[in-house]
């Protein structure tokens, strides 16, 4: 009886609660679109057209196609073998030892696509980069190369701009390379092996580097690790986002931190996302929190 009480009012409740969500979401959204810096202006008009699903013709048609590209990894059973150099899962604690060995297994394609970005939070990125207009853009996890196509479509479209992304394990990296080609994709490149022996290259011949997006290594110390790597190559007014800020409690950390960091000059926390803006020509710390 008493729970029968609980999901009634957990039922009713839950409509309203959610209508007041999505409006203090529009606001905030609405208030972030009108804001004075270029940049969060432009990162705030990104937010709300990707909540409205709002597409030109040409946006729509390169996004359908890199859907139809998706549908067909996901639909595939084809095996392969597979280094993982990651965290593992959330409640993984592997060494960082473990980690740069990576973890040797095989998947089959279509579980390894379901871990690429949804539809909606890779035209998130896709609409930042459409107003954002960076030149040189670095993504960390590569996977088979559904995010790094958003983002490189978004530049081709801007007319300017390339993407190089990273990925560890190379029967996964050729993919990502198949992908590019199936796309027609000529301003992404793929870089393949480990982030500790990768990076510091990429970073030397990308600098400065505008936009990165960091969807790789889902461990506290790596996240900060490569955050301050990243620091001498970005260019004044870089943004950089990170995947899956709430996925363990490392992950949560790191975010906490990153946003506390003096270098980073605005913030927004969009739950599953956090997007950090280091541009110097910010003078209020500004840290939003907007539940997508
Ligand atoms: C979540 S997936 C990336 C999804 C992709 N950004 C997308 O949305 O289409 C993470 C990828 O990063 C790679 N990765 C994780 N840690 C790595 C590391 N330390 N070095 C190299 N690759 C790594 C994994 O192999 C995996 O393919």
């Known amino acids: 009886m008493i729970n029968a009480l609980k999901r009634l009012l957990k039922g009713g409740l839950n409509q309203p609660l959610q209508f007041l969500r999505r409006h203090k979401v529009r606001n905030a959204l609405a ?23 709002e597409l030109s013709a040409q946006e729509r048609k390169v996004i359908s196609l890199i859907e139809n590209r998706r549908s067909f990894l996901l639909g595939s059973d084809k095996v392969i073998p597979v280094v993982d150099y990651g965290a593992g899962s959330p409640s993984s604690s592997r060494t960082r030892e473990e980690m740069e060995k990576g973890v040797r297994s ?3 394609v279509a579980k390894i696509t379901r871990a690429s970005k949804s539809q ?3 035209t998130v990125l896709f609409k930042i980069i459409r107003n954002l207009e960076p030149q040189s853009c670095i993504e960390l996890g590569s996977c088979v190369g559904i995010s790094a196509s958003y983002q490189a479509s978004a ?34 490149s793929v870089v393949t092996g480990p982030f500790h022996e ?11 580097i505008d936009f990165f997006f960091n969807d790789g290594h889902h461990d506290h110390d790596a996240v900060i690790r490569y955050f301050n790597q990243a620091m001498p190559y970005l260019s004044e007014t870089a943004v950089i986002v990170f995947d899956d800020i709430s996925w363990s409690p490392g992950m949560r950390k790191a975010w906490a931190e990153i946003k506390a960091d003096e270098r980073v000059s605005a913030s927004i926390d969009l739950r599953k996302i956090g997007i950090a803006f280091v541009t110097k020509s910010l003078s209020t710390k500004e840290r939003l929190v907007i539940p997508l």
Request: hydrophobic content about 45%.
């Open 31 to 53: 208030q972030l679109a009108s804001h004075q810096h270029p940049q969060l202006k432009a990162v705030g008009i990104a937010l709300q057209e990707s909540l409205s699903g």
């Open 106 to 108: 095989t998947a089959k």
């Open 120 to 122: 909606f939070w890779a």
């Open 155 to 188: 530049l081709n479209i801007n007319g300017k701009g390339a993407v190089v992304t990273l990925e560890g394990s190379p029967e996964i990296a050729n993919i990502a390379k198949e992908t590019f080609v199936n796309l027609g994709i000529k301003n992404a």
């Open 198 to 208: 990768t990076l510091t290259n990429v970073f030397e011949i990308s600098k400065p």
